[in-house]
């Protein structure tokens, strides 16, 4: 009999499995397409026409021509399967680029791993880096808008009305820190309105529980049984709010000795003194670009410091206010007053990275988990404030040294005005040091010797002087380079940090 009145024998062939089976079976082999699961991946036609939902020519049995006949193919999905079902030749040559359909024969539900798979580190790294940057690119605007708010209204109180009561000014601006948390869960339950209010406030509180857990352990994978993170939390807002008293109180001892043109010079070289604790406690590599970065910004301060006849408007981060004087005032104690600042200036340099390093979680957090805890963290500031730094007042009223009075009239408005300034402000803050970096978020806020000098302008009619021009451009200058080289870092950080992730599931998956 001629081969062309029969079909080729390996066709009529029983199966091996079943030997009395004449029918070809669902598993019979096919010498023009193998399975992925069985150690060859499927080719690209394959993964494409599976991914637009269409049958690739492959799946179709073109390959074979006109001589494959037109067999009733099962739909339980065992045709997928290899002939030698062998579950170690399964795990060693399973493809991950080619799907595992389930025992209905649908395609699974995509995993975590699948997901991260399919896009490269590389796009992944710069995704999330962008978004952290969008995000802290608004929250700067807001922070500047309000520290110019507040160093207005504070020279006003303060140089016009009057009313100069330095630490009773730091304890209403460090204990408006406290509202943080309330207007941050009225923000977030306006957007979650239809939600019953016990899933909200229950989803609330695991998430500010497990962030809490990262941030003690620096890790995002959190243990079920992992114990309560209240204690390390209360311990580490004692600890960094002693730290921000004694740095923003050093600002209100030391204005009234030293010159202002001191004073904001000095007082502003805290971003250095960020950079200088950032490479031994946050372990972050010393770049040249970024150390370029942080003394052009310096010396920017510097010419808009002492390059001005005037002398230079400038608010302290914790709600006290330098310049604005129509008489330059001689210095009491110049020398004391500099060493004061100057020891404030490391303080709160120290201040930003211990916080960066002991309240904020890793940096593979999302941007959203991050800025809620932020803003909780800083509404824990501000109640430790109310509660246990009311203290002093009452001593410093009985030695005389600062007699409690309240503000009166259109002092108290402004006052409010400025204390609520400074909450927007530090709560901006403290995201951007989480989201970016201590050194970002200081040189950052050296743009507002500049933004207020151009307020001046506008609302005085005083143009700016050329030594205000000079300095501000180089303050801006090294913000933005600071800023790219920021941005490069965390892009190549967290393209590593995929690529090791990536790495270990795949050893992992080999080694199962």
Same mark, same amino acid.
């Given at each position: +009999?001629?081969?062309?009145?029969?079909?080729?024998a390996?066709?009529?062939?029983p199966?091996?499995a079943?030997?009395t089976t004449?029918?070809r079976?669902?598993?019979?082999?096919s010498?023009?397409?193998?399975s992925?699961?069985a150690?060859?991946?499927?080719r690209l036609?394959?993964?494409?026409?599976?991914?637009?939902? !269409?049958? !690739? @020519?492959?799946?179709k049995?073109?390959?074979?021509g006109?001589?494959?006949p037109a067999?009733?193919?099962p739909?339980?999905g065992?045709?997928?399967?290899?002939?030698?079902?062998?579950?170690?030749?399964? @795990?060693?040559?399973r493809?991950?680029?080619s799907?595992?359909?389930? !025992?209905?024969?649908?395609?699974? +539900?995509?995993?975590?791993?699948s997901t991260?798979?399919?896009?490269?580190?590389?796009t992944q790294a710069k995704?999330?880096t962008?978004?952290r940057?969008?995000?802290a690119?608004?929250?700067?605007?807001?922070?500047?808008?309000s520290?110019v708010?507040q160093?207005e209204?504070a020279?006003?109180?303060?140089?016009e009305?009057?009313w100069?009561?330095?630490?009773?000014?730091?304890?209403f601006?460090h204990?408006?820190?406290s509202?943080?948390?309330?207007?941050q869960?009225l /923000?977030l339950? /306006?957007?979650?309105?239809s939600?019953?209010w016990e899933i909200?406030?229950r989803?609330h509180?695991?998430?500010?529980?497990?962030?809490?857990?990262?941030v003690?352990?620096?890790?995002?994978?959190v243990?079920r049984?992992?114990?309560?993170?209240v204690p390390?939390?209360l311990? +580490?807002?004692?600890f960094?709010?002693?730290?921000l008293?004694v740095?923003?109180g050093?600002? &209100?001892?030391a204005?009234?000795?030293?010159?202002?043109?001191?004073?904001t010079?000095?007082?502003n070289c805290?971003?250095?003194?960020?950079?200088?604790?950032?490479v031994?406690l946050?372990k972050?590599?010393?770049?040249w670009g970024?150390?370029?970065?942080v003394?052009?910004a310096?010396i920017?301060v510097?010419?808009v410091?002492?390059g001005?006849?005037a002398?230079t408007?400038h608010?302290?981060?914790?709600?006290g206010?330098?310049?604005?004087?129509? @008489?330059?005032?001689?210095?009491t104690s110049?020398v004391?007053?500099?060493?004061?600042?100057?020891v404030g200036?490391?303080l &709160?340099g120290f201040y930003?990275?211990?916080y960066?390093?002991?309240?904020c979680?890793?940096?593979?957090t999302?941007?959203?988990?991050?800025?809620?805890f932020?803003m909780?963290?800083? !509404?824990l500031?501000?109640s430790f404030?109310?509660?246990?730094l009311?203290?002093?007042?009452?001593i410093?009223?009985?030695?005389g040294w600062?007699?409690?009075e309240l503000p009166?009239?259109?002092a108290?408005?402004?006052?409010i005005?400025?204390?609520?300034?400074n909450?927007t402000?530090s709560?901006?803050?403290?995201?951007?040091?989480?989201?970016?970096?201590?050194?970002?978020s200081?040189?950052a806020a050296?743009l507002?010797?500049?933004?207020v000098a /151009?307020?001046?302008?506008?609302?005085?009619?005083?143009?700016?002087s050329?030594?205000?021009m000079i300095g501000?451009?180089?303050i801006i200058?090294?913000?933005?380079?600071?800023?790219w080289?920021t941005?490069?870092e965390m892009?190549? @950080?967290?393209s590593?940090k995929?690529?090791d992730?990536?790495?270990?599931e795949?050893?992992?998956?080999s080694?199962?």
């Amino acid at each position: +009999m001629s081969y062309k009145s029969h079909p080729p024998a390996h066709i009529n062939a029983p199966s091996p499995a079943s030997p009395t089976t004449t029918s070809r079976h669902p598993l019979s082999y096919s010498p023009h397409r193998t399975s992925s699961r069985a150690g060859t991946p499927l080719r690209l036609s394959d993964d494409f026409a599976r991914e637009s939902g !269409s049958e !690739s @020519e492959v799946t179709k049995g073109k390959g074979m021509g006109d001589r494959r006949p037109a067999y009733h193919r099962p739909s339980e999905g065992r045709s997928h399967l290899p002939l030698l079902n062998n579950k170690d030749n399964e @795990e060693r040559g399973r493809s991950y680029d080619s799907p595992v359909l389930g !025992s209905a024969g649908r395609l699974p +539900m995509f995993t975590r791993r699948s997901t991260m798979r399919s896009r490269s580190p590389d796009t992944q790294a710069k995704l999330d880096t962008k978004q952290r940057y969008t995000y802290a690119a608004l929250l700067l605007g807001l922070s500047l808008v309000s520290f110019v708010v507040q160093t207005e209204t504070a020279v006003y109180i303060q140089h016009e009305l009057k009313w100069n009561k330095a630490y009773c000014m730091l304890y209403f601006t460090h204990g408006s820190w406290s509202l943080l948390w309330p207007v941050q869960l009225l /923000i977030l339950r /306006i957007q979650k309105w239809s939600m019953p209010w016990e899933i909200f406030w229950r989803r609330h509180v695991s998430l500010l529980r497990t962030t809490a857990q990262m941030v003690e352990t620096q890790q995002t994978h959190v243990h079920r049984g992992q114990h309560s993170p209240v204690p390390y939390i209360l311990r +580490m807002t004692a600890f960094i709010t002693c730290a921000l008293t004694v740095a923003g109180g050093s600002w &209100y001892v030391a204005v009234n000795l030293t010159s202002p043109s001191d004073l904001t010079a000095i007082y502003n070289c805290s971003a250095f003194f960020a950079y200088a604790f950032s490479v031994p406690l946050l372990k972050e590599k010393l770049r040249w670009g970024k150390s370029f970065a942080v003394l052009v910004a310096i010396i920017g301060v510097l010419i808009v410091a002492y390059g001005d006849a005037a002398p230079t408007k400038h608010g302290g981060k914790s709600g006290g206010s330098v310049g604005g004087d129509k @008489e330059v005032k001689e210095a009491t104690s110049r020398v004391a007053g500099n060493l004061i600042i100057g020891v404030g200036s490391v303080l &709160y340099g120290f201040y930003e990275v211990l916080y960066k390093k002991l309240a904020c979680p890793p940096d593979e957090t999302s941007p959203g988990r991050g800025m809620i805890f932020a803003m909780t963290f800083g !509404s824990l500031i501000g109640s430790f404030t109310l509660l246990v730094l009311w203290i002093p007042l009452p001593i410093l009223h009985i030695i005389g040294w600062e007699i409690f009075e309240l503000p009166q009239g259109k002092a108290a408005w402004l006052l409010i005005i400025s204390v609520l300034a400074n909450a927007t402000f530090s709560g901006s803050f403290l995201i951007l040091i989480s989201l970016t970096s201590p050194v970002l978020s200081s040189v950052a806020a050296l743009l507002t010797i500049f933004l207020v000098a /151009i307020t001046d302008w506008v609302w005085t009619g005083i143009p700016l002087s050329p030594a205000a021009m000079i300095g501000g451009l180089l303050i801006i200058g090294a913000f933005l380079l600071l800023s790219w080289s920021t941005f490069r870092e965390m892009q190549e @950080e967290k393209s590593k940090k995929q690529v090791d992730l990536v790495d270990d599931e795949t050893d992992r998956d080999s080694d199962a």
